[in-house]
């Protein structure tokens, strides 16, 4: 079996992380869990771990010093960022570290489930010789997470584009489109969009807000915002605030 090893200052997380997946089931067994990077560096001399999943954020040595100390060290570990800040400076890190994934706290178990699924399907241990090889797919991984954090931080600039990214991250606009297409399924505009009206409905729900204190805050004309609102939640924004309003209006 595989083996992993989970290192988050927090209980609750590392003790999550142990009982949210089926890890068994995917031929992985935990060899442990370390509260800090120094512990887990002791741990990583005395066993072998074929998987590492860390948090950014630590006392003393933090997750990207000891990606970079793992990376170094033990260049067959794959390794899985996990973060509470929506930092462009900790996934760019990340992807010039070479890490096999990026998520962002609270945790979410199928986006953990896919993850772990495309570091398995990336090892060479789960690889047989019958399977297709493709060695940009982890590269391609890597860029959209950079992406899609980007554009977590960026989200209420009206004039946030692919070219903006492509710059930040030092590549091809045109790669970058293609990555992200094939990383997301879907275009980077239609998923900006999507991403946006998601955010409008929970301020719908969760504020007092006016519709163009909203388009504020998400970046959107609003203009368009009523008419993109009822395509995707086939109700206008009012009628979704007075059956989804959390909040006196």
């Given at each position: 079996?595989?083996?992993?090893?989970?290192?988050?200052?927090?209980?609750?997380?590392?003790?999550?992380?142990?009982?949210?997946?089926?890890?068994?089931?995917?031929?992985?067994?935990?060899?442990?869990?370390?509260?800090?990077?120094?512990?887990?560096?002791?741990?990583?001399?005395?066993?072998?771990?074929?998987?590492?999943?860390?948090?950014?954020?630590?006392?003393?040595?933090?997750?990207?010093?000891?990606?970079?100390?793992?990376?170094?060290?033990?260049?067959?570990i794959?390794?899985?960022?996990i973060?509470?800040?929506?930092?462009?400076?900790?996934?760019?890190k990340a992807?010039?570290l070479g890490?096999?994934?990026?998520?962002?706290?609270?945790?979410?178990?199928?986006?953990?489930?896919?993850?772990i699924?495309?570091?398995?399907?990336?090892?060479?241990?789960?690889?047989?010789?019958?399977?297709?090889?493709?060695?940009?797919?982890?590269?391609?991984?890597?860029?959209?997470v950079?992406?899609?954090?980007?554009?977590?931080?960026?989200?209420?600039?009206?004039?946030?584009?692919?070219?903006?990214?492509?710059?930040e991250?030092?590549?091809?606009?045109?790669?970058?489109?293609?990555?992200?297409?094939?990383?997301?399924?879907i275009?980077?505009?239609?998923?900006?969009?999507?991403?946006?009206?998601?955010?409008?409905?929970?301020?719908?729900?969760?504020?007092?807000?006016?519709?163009?204190?909203?388009?504020?805050?998400?970046?959107?004309?609003?203009?368009?915002?009523?008419?993109?609102?009822?395509?995707?939640?086939?109700?206008?924004?009012?009628?979704?605030?007075?059956?989804?309003?959390k909040?006196?209006?």
């Open positions: 079996m595989l083996q992993l090893l989970i290192v988050d200052d927090s209980k609750w997380t590392r003790e999550g992380l142990a009982q949210v997946i089926d890890w068994s089931a995917l031929n992985i067994e935990i060899a442990g869990t370390c509260s800090n990077a120094l512990s887990a560096c002791e741990l990583l001399e005395s066993k072998h771990i074929d998987i590492l999943i860390t948090d950014i954020k630590m006392i003393g040595m933090d997750g990207l010093e000891l990606t970079e100390h793992v990376h170094n060290a033990y260049p067959h794959k390794i899985i960022l973060s509470a800040y929506r930092e462009f400076d900790y996934a760019y992807v010039q890490v096999s994934g990026y998520i962002l706290k609270p945790i979410d178990s199928e986006e953990m489930l896919k993850t699924k495309s570091v398995l399907a990336d090892h060479p241990q789960t690889t047989t010789a019958s399977d297709p090889t493709d060695n940009s797919v982890s590269s391609v991984e890597k860029i959209v950079a992406a899609k954090t980007y554009i977590d931080q960026h989200i209420y600039e009206q004039d946030m584009s692919l070219n903006d990214i492509a710059i991250l030092h590549i091809n606009y045109y790669y970058l489109s293609k990555c992200f297409k094939k990383g997301e399924g275009s980077f505009t239609k998923y900006v969009t999507n991403k946006r009206l998601q955010i409008a409905s929970e301020l719908l729900s969760d504020t007092n807000l006016h519709i163009y204190e909203i388009c504020e805050r998400i970046g959107m004309d609003p203009k368009n915002f009523h008419a993109l609102f009822r395509k995707k939640f086939n109700v206008t924004p009012q009628e979704y605030r007075k059956s989804h309003k909040v006196e209006i």
